[in-house]
Each structure stands twice: as structure tokens, then as C-alpha cells.
């Protein structure tokens, strides 16, 4: 059974940092894309990153591209996404995703999240 | 990158049929055959209902089906069930290498 787990959420000032964690298994990690999604309070789903399966290239939303940084452990069956410089409008629930097949844009298991909530 | 536009809400009576759509740009559905649809219940995570514009995952109900045509891409739900209740998105690759959804549709079946 496919699970994956985050972890790393939680209450951080303005201009903090924090470094999210998805502990995945149930499958072969190393074979998938991994991506990060994330949903501010009430309102729809916003993609973050992605990274390929082998870790060599990252892809991230305008919206914290140079704050954010994805990475992988295929070692440890984890993804990683760290937050630099956060703003009020990161707030949000940060979802971890897998890949379909080789593919980093379409998504068949979720975690269930982990809050990350940007206030002074 | 703009999200792609959605009804904010639609409804309908258990039994009938209901069309999503999706409407973007040719930079990202009309331009690839990667749309996707998500459902989302409340307080959990989404769930993936279509991909690729119109194959279905293993153990998604025949009863969704999508389609596309230009820059529009669409959700139909045939013989709406209660559980059917839910928001709904749709996503896309763009050529900017990214992955852009839309604002997300609340069903209400009545």
C-alpha cells in the first residue's frame, strides 16, 4: 500500500525558515517524480515543485522560486521540500504527491498534508 | 502563470449528468494533452479522476469521463450519486515547464 507521510509543519515567523518531509513507501521511490501542492486556507490547490525521480532537476512555481528548494533522499524514501524567507501568503497546507508513471504533472497519491501557518 | 478558470459552483439532482470545464490558454490545455482532474472532499486530500484528458485510474467509477476541445478541457459525471459531492480541479502542463491549476469547482448534488 502507497503512503506517504509528512511531516515538518507549523508555526514560524515572517522571514523564518522550516523544512517540510514526505516518508514514502509502499513503492519503488526511486522510480517517481515527486512533487510538493499546497492549499491556503479555504481557497483551491496551488502546485509548488516537483523533482524527477533521480533528483537532477527541480521545477518550482514563480511563487517561491529562489525561497524554496525540493529535494530527495532515494536512500531514505523521503522528499523534501525547505522554505527560506516565508511570507504570510505561504500559509497553507502542504501536500506531498507521487508522480503517475514517469510523469511529474499528474498525481495518484497524496499525503494528507502537513500545515505550515506564517504569522508573527 | 493564471489558473485556469472554473465555474466557482454547479449542482445538479442525483441521477442526471453534470459537465465541469476547465478553460485555459494554448500554452498550457490547448497545447498538451495533460489535464487532469482532481476530487477533493472536505478535509481530505484530493483524489485523481482523469488524467492525460480522458483515462480513467484503476478503480475510478465509469461514471466520470473527460474531454477537450481548443483551450477547454471538461469533467462529465453521469448518473450523480450523493458521494459525488465534492470540489473539483483540473491541472495542466504549461510550456513553461510548470503545472497549473484551476480555481476549483464545489458540486453540490441536491
Known amino acids: 500500500e502507497v503512503q506517504l507521510l509528512e511531516s515538518g509543519g507549523g508555526l514560524v515567523q515572517p522571514g523564518g525558515s522550516l523544512r517540510l518531509s514526505c516518508a514514502a513507501s509502499g513503492f519503488t521511490f526511486s522510480n517517481y517524480a515527486m512533487s510538493w501542492v499546497r492549499q491556503a486556507p479555504g481557497k483551491g490547490l496551488e502546485w509548488v515543485s516537483s523533482i524527477d525521480d533521480s533528483g537532477g532537476n527541480t521545477y518550482y512555481a514563480d511563487s517561491v522560486k529562489g525561497r524554496f528548494t525540493i529535494s530527495r533522499d532515494n536512500s531514505k524514501n523521503t522528499v523534501y521540500l525547505q522554505m527560506n524567507s516565508l511570507r504570510a501568503e ?15 504533472f499528474k498525481f495518484d497519491y497524496w499525503g494528507q498534508g502537513t500545515l505550515v501557518t506564517v504569522s508573527s | 502563470q493564471s489558473a485556469l478558470t472554473q465555474p466557482a459552483s454547479m449542482s445538479g439532482s442525483p441521477g442526471q449528468s453534470i459537465t465541469i470545464s476547465c478553460t485555459g490558454t494554448s500554452s498550457d490545455i490547448g497545447g498538451y494533452n495533460y489535464v487532469s482532474w482532481y476530487q477533493q472532499h472536505p478535509g481530505k486530500a484530493p483524489k485523481l479522476m ?21 483551450n477547454t478541457a471538461s469533467l462529465t459525471i453521469s448518473g450523480l450519486q450523493a458521494e459525488d459531492e465534492a470540489d473539483y480541479y483540473c491541472s495542466s502542463y504549461t510550456t ?3 503545472l497549473v491549476f484551476g480555481g476549483g469547482t464545489k458540486l453540490t448534488v441536491v
Open chain 1, 90 to 104: 505561504d500559509t497553507a497546507v502542504y501536500y506531498c504527491a507521487k508522480g503517475v508513471g514517469a510523469s511529474r
Open chain 2, 50 to 70: 482523469i488524467y492525460d484528458v480522458i483515462n480513467r485510474p484503476s478503480g475510478v467509477s465509469n461514471r466520470f469521463s473527460g474531454s477537450k476541445s481548443g
Open chain 2, 96 to 98: 513553461s515547464s510548470t
